[in-house]
């Protein structure tokens, strides 16, 4: 194997090998070095993503939405199916399958497009190279230009430590084996709503505690008012706003937590206890002193809008810099430096990047909330249409959620669309590709959708925004 290569790519997760593939596709003699083993020892591609990440939470979140309906709707539709009995470790082989088809599924990508895979961990040297280094021998190789796709890690909080039995990280939480009786988690964000919603749907009593006072911030707050109505008093998830968990107390087989709350303490205890407050760049260890590489405050790689670090040559992608953690960001960033690298002129808009918290009902966003309008001082003008009004929706017995629309006064430009209901994640991208053409809401109100289909609830939201919608009252 040639010591030499035109690119070699740090890390195999959405962004890196991602990068990676763009990279061969493009003529380049390409590396991909990446560390991650599965329970079996194995090297395994896709990062945190598709190992531990998004891929593995929504195969959970998949069958446990199918307990839900079994349990609570199918009635509705005049089907009777006894007590529902959950298999857990058997929902955990399917989640580990799924997982191990589309990891050896990348193998395939990268033998296809002649891309040589290091295992180990990569550490940017000066004069750009990369040591790798696995069970205490390293190799070093050379490349022409680098790319640093090194991830995030959860942050862990010195109140409560990891240790994956009764107090768990994300991975940890995707293997629980049998359904906790009470279950705590600390976060309302997304993976803490994700978790918690697989466990509170499997039959457990959930409890998030929530250090912020507000839900959902980045949301706007018409619907994560809704969101949170949903996900307590209909799904009876206990969520507790402002509370700050300040210990917890590891018993042979549970965890006391004290919190405070209001001012006063208080104190739960749980069979499991997740962990999920956010996460950090994974940037410890990947680059020698002498290499020079520049960090920010917060501890991520400090990029040009090329994705450039401050060594000529070296460019850093994904959960490592600045700009949203999400896997389809990361990923887009490395088909952008591909580009940039082969002398093409790329484009990437980082405000039209969409949101998805896939609960039930999903919740996506893209673009601004009509607080940030507010707060920028923008002329702006909104619109509305609730899922209860669809016909799809009620065929689907889907009656709550809403879509929201954000448009510019003056030019009618879409400037964000938020959505909570079902299919959110689907719908998104309809706005999506809107903003990234500038639309007007005039320009979706006069796009045909056909009928029925939960896109029309788009449809008639992009109406409403001039009061004109057709099925309510506006």
Not at 278 to 296: F, M, S, V
Request: net charge negative; glycine share 10%.
């Amino acid at each position: 194997m040639s010591d030499k290569f035109d690119v070699i790519v740090v890390g195999a997760g959405p962004a890196g090998y991602v990068a990676a593939i763009r990279c061969a596709q493009l003529g380049f003699n390409t590396a991909c070095v990446d560390k991650w083993v599965d329970a079996d020892g194995k090297p395994s591609l896709g990062g945190t993503c598709l190992n531990v990440g998004c891929i593995p939470s929504k195969a959970l979140l998949d069958s446990s939405e199918k307990v839900a309906q079994a349990s609570h709707d199918f009635e509705h539709h005049g089907i009777s199916v006894g007590k529902v009995s959950v298999d857990v470790p058997k929902m955990i082989a399917r989640k580990d399958d799924i997982v191990k088809n589309l990891t050896s599924g990348i193998a395939g990508l990268f033998k296809a497009n002649k891309i040589t895979s290091l295992h180990g961990h990569g550490k940017l040297l000066a004069d750009k190279q990369v040591e790798v280094s696995l069970n205490g021998e390293s190799k070093i190789y050379t490349a022409d230009n680098i790319i640093l796709a090194v991830g995030s890690e959860p942050i862990d909080i010195p109140v409560a430590a990891v240790d994956n039995q009764l107090i768990l990280d994300n991975a940890g939480a995707l293997d629980i084996n049998a359904i906790p009786k009470k279950l705590g988690v600390i976060g309302a964000g997304v993976i803490g709503l994700e978790l918690g919603s697989v466990w509170n749907r499997l039959g457990s009593e959930v409890t998030i505690l929530e250090a912020m006072d507000t839900f959902l911030a980045p949301v706007d707050k018409q619907l994560s008012r809704e969101a949170l109505r949903a996900f307590t008093k209909v799904q009876g998830m206990d969520i507790k706003l402002g509370a700050m968990v300040t210990a917890t107390n590891v018993n042979k087989n549970s965890v006391k937590v004290t919190y405070t709350l209001k001012g006063e303490e208080h104190t739960e205890t749980f069979d499991k206890l997740i962990v999920a407050v956010g996460r950090k760049a994974n940037t410890k260890d990947i680059a020698a002193d002498e290499a020079g590489l520049k960090l920010d405050e917060r501890g991520r790689v400090d990029v040009n809008d090329r994705c450039e670090t401050n060594i000529a040559g070296v460019y850093a992608i994904g959960d490592a810099v600045k700009g949203p953690m999400l896997a389809h960001k990361g990923s887009e960033e490395g088909v952008f430096v591909a580009e940039v690298l082969a002398g093409q002129k790329p484009h990437m808009n980082h405000d039209n990047i969409p949101w998805v918290i896939y609960t039930h009902p999903e919740i996506a966003w893209v673009g601004i909330n009509e607080e940030q309008a507010k707060e920028r001082g923008l002329n702006y003008k909104t619109g509305f249409f609730p899922f209860a009004a669809n016909g799809r929706s009620l065929a689907m017995n889907e009656k709550g959620g809403r879509v929201k629309m954000i448009a510019d006064t003056d030019t009618d430009r879409v400037l964000g669309v938020h959505i909570f209901g079902p299919n959110a994640s689907e719908l998104i991208s309809e706005a999506v590709l809107a903003m990234e053409y500038s639309a007007s809401t005039e320009d979706i109100a006069r796009t045909i959708h056909a009928h029925p289909t939960l896109s029309e609830v788009m449809h008639e939201a992009a109406l409403s925004v001039d009061g004109r919608s057709l099925h309510k009252v506006n």
